[in-house]
């Protein structure tokens, strides 16, 4: 471990991890056979679609892995069909392998099909607020970063406080989170990405590394372990999208933005391979912000049998960003742009390097159970000069995580059961020093934290009558930090203790009613926590905070979900009641440090509204498609029980929450081939202390976005694409810092800006 200590040889590692994998995987792909993958938007493979010559009797049909074989010697024109989705038809040529993407008919817009709590059931029977981006939605926006795509989901809020500096709050909860992502859970590929102490760091991630986004909105810890805020999965690569191509992507914009992607994708009917290099820099609209970020990922899939897939993945993050800080209103009014005083001279910035690698088999025996094994391990390396203090840290993990799903049938009625678990160990070293001039000085103080977590789930789910699911589901979560300070300059007070947290048991109840085709109605109630993270526990000024206690809650909620106005318009309405005990708030003393306070009881009501509506589609005429979707949220969250130091903050609104937000986006396709992409977002004024005595401007935000594809011929295409962010150039924040010392609340976001892309790619093989 100690050579991995070493930035060096840590890239050197990396690099040749990388090249053997890549040469294991050039090393076994097969390109002598000829066939289809057939799959839906949401990457599910398609059983028993005809796939015929066209103008022949000539066919066959795709089994349960959606995959078929032809028998074909010259190009060929085939045709694809299947019920409930649009049949397409495409030319093949022999010794290729395409993956085909049926589209659903009119009438089964509604049915998408979702993972949620593991059942991979149509969302229209899910209990739950769950959402889905695709990755047809994620190229709509920005491509520099993931906030507006995600601020389309109503109950979500998600902030860019600088330059790679995110935040992500979901139901209210970053009031716990002063910087990062906190108090969720968020898994990648499958395997947990936020480590076992609580922390997420989620801007080691290019948008080349996430192509598919399912949120859970409240808790979902009957499945998926601690966090109140819920649940955000992604996927790097979607099936669907494969394809034997070649991708280059360039970007350049406003306040020096560069950046370049390179997407390799391999595929034949036993594996695929996918390569992905990005790298964005950028300059910063405010003083001292600059970032740069390299990213290296390589995916493979192997396909030994139809019913078994090995899956490996291996990701490569280097992230350096210098941080502005927060200003008070006079610097603020004075020069929006400049940095807090002191952040470039103390050379205040974030070097984060990052390698995870992860193997995971699916497996299903018989045609009842179907089971999923993954082991990770990943080590970081953190370097964080700020104004007040200097810190490294090194983190090592190695985990697993086990799902077994067993399809049932009791008297007629069909179910599931599921169980499996997860468990994370996590080895930590911190360091923290003085900061001289942006330059490690005297140690503070140094702990080695050992932390285990450990969660077992079950579920089990039936139809007792015809369209009615009961979903019941428990786990059982388990944390321990065992925290060794072997250096304490401050106390001189070294010390050693475990902090082993009360095992907690979270059950959950759902009961869903479809009430016809494509109109549903849910309940479910559930508990949630959410236990201290390492960064909590161990402050920045060289406390432990022991007596910091879990946070615990029920959510109670109805859904509705269906199609309107014969199928043209969806929509999705969330009415819940969250009653959290404990919730941990976080303040700044007189020196600036962060620290972290549990703040009795919240009260946390609220609405969301998701409509998606098809508003033309048609063959002919100047404008061809054009859809609408609005996402409102009302959330009415405050402190319902609060007394801290003799101030009494009871009936307070929450900070960090506004109470109403809207997002409105327009989606239009012109007859030349163009599309025009126009995104509204309106947000309240947020409190920013728990005394409601400062709050954030109201603003309006309007964004717009083109991209516009060619394609010359078979094998290669250009798209060109760029857009206008802040288009009404609103003075706003886009991140605040809650309970700030010294009223520093405020992280400016960027003026009206611009950026422009090019895009080309090369089918190296005929498709």
Do not use: C
């Amino acid at each position: 471990m100690e050579f991995l200590r070493n930035k060096a040889g840590f890239k050197w590692l990396t690099l040749r991890l990388g090249i053997s994998t890549m040469l294991l995987f050039f090393s076994i792909i097969v390109k002598s056979q000829t066939g289809v993958i057939v799959l839906d938007k949401s990457a599910k493979p398609i059983a028993g679609a005809s796939v015929k010559v066209k103008d022949s009797n000539v066919g066959t049909t795709t089994d349960e892995k959606g995959t078929a074989l032809l028998n074909i010697s010259s190009p060929t024109v085939i045709i694809i069909s299947h019920i409930g989705f649009e049949s397409t038809e495409t030319l093949m040529v022999p010794g290729v392998w395409r993956t085909i993407t049926l589209e659903a008919m009119i009438s089964a817009l509604s049915d998408v099909v979702v993972e949620g709590f593991l059942t991979g059931r149509d969302l229209n029977e899910q209990a739950g607020s769950i959402s889905t981006i695709n990755l047809e939605s994620l190229k709509r926006f920005d491509q520099a970063s993931l906030v507006q795509a995600v601020n389309t989901v109503p109950g979500i809020r998600f902030e860019e406080r600088a330059v790679g500096s995110y935040r992500i709050s979901i139901r209210g909860s970053s009031v716990r989170s002063p910087f990062g992502v906190r108090n969720l859970k968020v898994y990648w590929n499958g395997i947990p990405f936020t480590e076992p102490g609580g922390n997420t760091f989620i801007n080691l991630l290019d948008l080349t590394n996430i192509a598919h986004i399912e949120i859970i909105k409240g808790p979902a810890s009957s499945i998926y372990g601690a966090g109140t805020g819920g649940v955000i999965k992604l996927k790097s690569t979607v099936p669907a999208e494969l394809n034997n191509s070649l991708q280059l992507t360039t970007t350049a914009g406003s306040f020096g933005l560069l950046k370049s992607d390179l997407l390799f994708n391999q595929l034949d009917s036993k594996s695929s391979f996918t390569l992905k290099l990005a790298r964005q820099k950028a300059d910063g609209y405010r003083d001292h912000n600059a970032m740069d970020r390299k990213t290296f990922e390589i995916e493979g899939l192997l396909f030994p049998k139809s019913n078994q897939t090995l899956a490996v993945s291996l990701l490569y993050s280097d992230l350096f960003y210098e941080i502005p800080g927060a200003l008070n209103p006079a610097q603020r009014e004075e020069n929006r742009k400049q940095a807090r005083p002191g952040s470039a001279e103390r050379y205040a910035s974030i070097d984060n390097q990052y390698l995870l690698a992860k193997v995971s088999y699916e497996f299903d025996y018989g045609t009842d159970w179907h089971s999923k094994f993954s082991v990770f391990g990943s080590k970081l390396n953190f370097e964080n000069p700020f104004n007040l203090d200097y810190k490294i840290d090194e983190q090592s993990i190695i985990g697993s995580r086990l799902e077994i799903i067993k399809d049932i049938n009791i008297q007629g009625k069909e179910g599931s059961v599921i169980f499996g678990g997860e468990i994370q160990n996590s080895n930590f070293n911190g360091k923290n020093f003085g900061n001289v001039l942006g330059v490690a000085d005297t140690i503070n103080f140094e702990d080695n934290i050992d932390s285990k977590q450990s969660l077992l789930f079950a579920s089990f789910e039936i139809e007792p009558i015809k369209d009615l699911f009961v979903n019941a589901s428990v786990s059982r979560n388990a944390l321990n930090y065992d925290i060794d300070r072997v250096v304490d300059k401050i106390n001189n007070n070294p010390q050693r203790f475990n902090k082993e947290f009360e095992t907690v048991w979270a059950p959950r109840l759902a009961i869903s009613k479809k009430l016809s085709d494509h109109n549903s109605i849910h309940f479910s109630i559930s508990k949630g926590f959410s236990p201290p993270t390492t960064t909590e526990v161990r402050t920045n000024e060289g406390s432990i905070n022991r007596d910091l206690q879990p946070e615990k809650g029920i959510n109670y909620e109805w859904n509705f979900r269906g199609d309107l106005l014969q199928n043209k318009v969806t929509y999705d309405l969330a009415l819940f009641r969250f009653d959290l005990k404990e919730s941990i708030s976080s303040y700044t003393n007189q020196d600036g440090v962060v620290l972290f306070r549990n703040a009795g009881k919240n009260l946390q009501n609220g609405l969301e509204l998701q409509l998606n509506a098809e508003l033309l589609n048609q063959e002919q005429g100047y404008l061809r498609k054009a859809s609408a979707s609005v996402a409102y949220t009302y959330h009415d969250f405050i402190y319902d029980e609060f007394i801290n130091n003799g101030d009494d903050f009871s009936g307070n609104a929450l900070p960090g929450t506004a109470k109403n937000v809207v997002n409105l986006l327009v989606h239009t396709e012109l007859s030349t081939g163009l599309n025009l992409n126009f995104n509204y977002h309106y947000s309240d004024a947020i409190p920013l202390n728990d005394g409601n005595t400062v709050y954030s401007r109201p603003y309006n935000l309007l964004n717009m976005t083109f991209n516009y594809p060619m394609t010359f011929n078979k094998k290669l295409g250009i798209e060109f694409f760029g857009g206008m962010n802040n288009i009404f150039d609103v003075d706003y924040s886009l991140g605040n810092d809650l309970n700030a010392f010294g009223n520093r609340y405020f992280q400016p976001a960027p003026e009206r800006n611009y950026f422009f892309g090019l895009k080309l790619k090369f089918n190296y093989r005929e498709q």
